[in-house]
């Protein structure tokens, strides 16, 4: 069955043919690690599970590589502002390392709590220093960079166009700049490949331009070409890096080597709070951990996620969550009735499953419709029989999912006893409204291996993922 991707490049929706049809390689902008990463960041990370989990389930074999940002992403994206890093280890009083270690650590720990997938290759950008001093030095020799007092330029006039992916208009750009103008620049849409650093830097390297670190575009373009080859298949990447960090990817790849690093580029829409923007200011910008500090299954997220087509901007709300986590119950329950279900199927039956089955993956072969895909999905866990064979539907299903749809029961049959009395004691705090004895207690209860549910029945308790 043909895949169909929405390809940013070419605006519309393609027939997906891989370039190499034993191996599908992809590229997926990783995160910069210095701070949490964000329930948004997730939804970016749960629509490339999706395409990695939608391409198994076509029959590809996959190599897939992420990046870990651990220098060169300035503030502004662009080449005004401090380093993202180096800024979080002055604030925190910690070294950029201890910073970069200890959110790469979170990140993952979000993955498997969300059961996204791991990437067949993790490449930390401070560990491929070398490719990417070897890709500029290139292209200074080609004649595609030059040299100012401040960085190494890529000068955007040396191509046949610019940009190609976005639509920014740089004439406009170049107009209304309220940006301050670097008389040095060649062109005001040149981007910085190498910065030379300031004397008390933290992060720096020996390079024939004196002490300097890369610029945040050239570290994919370098670990991308290291590990996937001049040109690979798919790039992949929320909608915020279309105009600057994935427009200038293309611009390196071009002057470097004369392609489009990858065919089909997939960005994944924005997640919302409230209809608005997420930010630390507004106190909005919830993680995994507030999720399953609520009570809720991190999973409740990835199935609220497949409400909403991953091109559209998907709106969070706590309510909408709790219906998720509804949803996630009877999802897993209704697998455990059809598992032992001993209903006869006739060949009626069979033939609907069947059509089931067909129409699911059809929907996730459109452009990952995972809205269109969840109804049948619902079609089989309600169907009017219950058996094995739906079980194992649901099942299949649940590869691209990954809803851990087969978990096992989320009633605690054995309760050991130091917890009982926890819970009961929770429950006297939360009479006498004594909130934070409450929370207290939650976390002791966390620490011991169970999450607890505040239900409208009362306490409810459930093992953790692990
Ligand atoms: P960062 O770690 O800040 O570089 O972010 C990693 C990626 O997460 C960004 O490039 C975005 O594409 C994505 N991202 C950030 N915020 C959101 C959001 N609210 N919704 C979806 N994706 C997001
Ligand atoms: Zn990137």
Redesign the pocket.
Known sequence: MDINLYNTLTKRKEKFEPINSKEVRIYS?G??VYKD??I??M??NIFQDVLRRTLKYNGYKLKHAMNI?DVG?LVSDGDDGEDKMLKSAREEKKTPLQIAEHYTKLFFQDLEELNIETPEIICKATEHINEMLEYVKKLVESGYAYETSTAIYFDISKLDKYPILSNIDIEKQKAGARVEVDEEKRNPSDFALWIKAPENHLMKWDSPWGPSYPGWHIECSAMGQKYLGEQFDIHT?????IPTHHENEIAQSKGKCGKIPAKYWLH?????IDGGK?SKSLGNAYLIKDIKEKGYDPISYKLFSYSCHYRNKLNFTWEAIEASSKSLEKLRNSYKTNLNGKDELTKENLEKLQQIEENFHKAINDDLNMPLAMSFVWEAAKFEKKNKEIANLLEKFDTVLGIKINKADSEIEEINEEVKELLEKRRIARENKDWSKSDEIRDIINQKGYIVKDTKEGQKLEKLNK
């Open positions: 902008c995160p910069t990463a964000t948004g960041n939804r970016t940002t992403h990447g929320g909608i915020d890096l994944g829409e924005y997640l919302l997420m």
